[in-house]
């Protein structure tokens, strides 16, 4: 049973909605859809949002938004919560444009808010525009108290289902109905590591390197190529020091039934992170933005 389909959206608060909105517009191409008295909703497709920036003292993470099935899915996944005694923030979505979420706390540190699906705007075409660069949210990176109790939370609370892990739960992947290799990864910690977007092309990603230099400003990491999921991928910070992976090519698995999660080794000499063998900078391991209830 799939309760969960997609990745929803991110919901970060944040001092500066303005310049937060228009960085994250000029660096990858997303587009300005909304401004209300809360912030500003952004996507870079027919979906009403996917990265919303709300008014806040601090930098944080308001949620992390899943997109059930149905309203359905939504009811059970709150019943589920409320049974297992986790903390319920709201049953009211935190955004317009969508009829039916809950929102709750997980004991191991993340927020996510289940959701109804969000409000299309009229399709058009997905026209290469100048500096449209990627075409959907792909998925967030979290970092959690206790990885295995989290991964038990993912795949039997949200239904989730494991693509790969390491040997310890260093790193797990999950995958939503989509079947895309992850719609969330998480590990050791606090917080969100990152979130990520699906670009066009390769070339999209060298766009987004070069519009960084343009600016002052370069990569924290890449270009490389990850192991689980087997996406090349890039990454940059914004303007309120959360880290943003732009990447393509991310592995879609088709057949859950005959998909068996792969056990990666995770250390120095692990070449989980990147196949082509580059080491992460110090800045990217220690890079954590906390979520704000």
């Known amino acids: 049973m799939s309760l969960i389909r997609q990745i929803g959206y991110i919901i970060l608060a944040t001092p500066e909605p303005e310049a937060s909105a228009a960085d994250l517009s000029s660096i990858a191409g997303l587009r300005i859809t ?10 870079s497709n027919a979906r009403q949002c996917e990265v919303a920036y709300l008014h806040g003292s601090k930098a944080g993470v308001r949620a992390i938004g899943l997109e059930a099935v149905d309203a359905d899915a939504v009811k059970e996944i709150e019943r589920r919560a409320r049974t297992e005694g986790i903390k319920i923030l709201d049953d009211r979505p935190l955004l317009s444009g969508v009829e039916y979420a809950v929102r709750f706390a997980t004991p191991m540190g993340p927020i996510f808010e289940v959701h109804t699906p969000i409000e299309r705007r009229k399709a058009e075409p997905a026209l290469m525009t100048a500096g449209r660069r990627v075409r959907r949210l792909e998925h967030v990176n979290l970092r959690v108290s206790d990885p ?12 989730m289902k494991l693509s790969d892990r390491t040997e310890n739960y260093e790193r797990a992947w999950y995958r939503a109905a989509d079947g895309f290799h992850h719609t969330f990864a998480a590990g050791p910690g606090s917080g969100i590591h990152h979130y990520a977007f699906d670009a066009y092309s390769v070339q999209n990603l060298v766009e987004v390197a070069d519009g960084l230099v343009a600016r002052g400003r370069s990569l924290l990491w890449g270009l490389g190529r990850h192991g689980p999921g087997n996406n ?3 990454y940059y910070r914004d303007p309120n020091g959360c880290v943003v992976e732009v990447s393509w090519g991310m592995e879609r698995i088709d057949c859950d039934l005959s998909h068996q999660p792969g056990v990666w080794p995770f250390g120095d000499k692990s070449n989980v992170l990147d196949l082509w063998g580059s080491t992460p900078p110090a800045a990217y391991g220690s890079a954590l933005t906390g979520f704000i209830e």
């Open 34 to 43: 909304k401004r209300d008295q809360q912030g500003i909703y952004l996507s």
């Open 148 to 159: 295995k109790s989290f991964s038990e939370l993912a795949t039997k609370l949200l239904e």
């Open 232 to 234: 090349i991928f890039s």
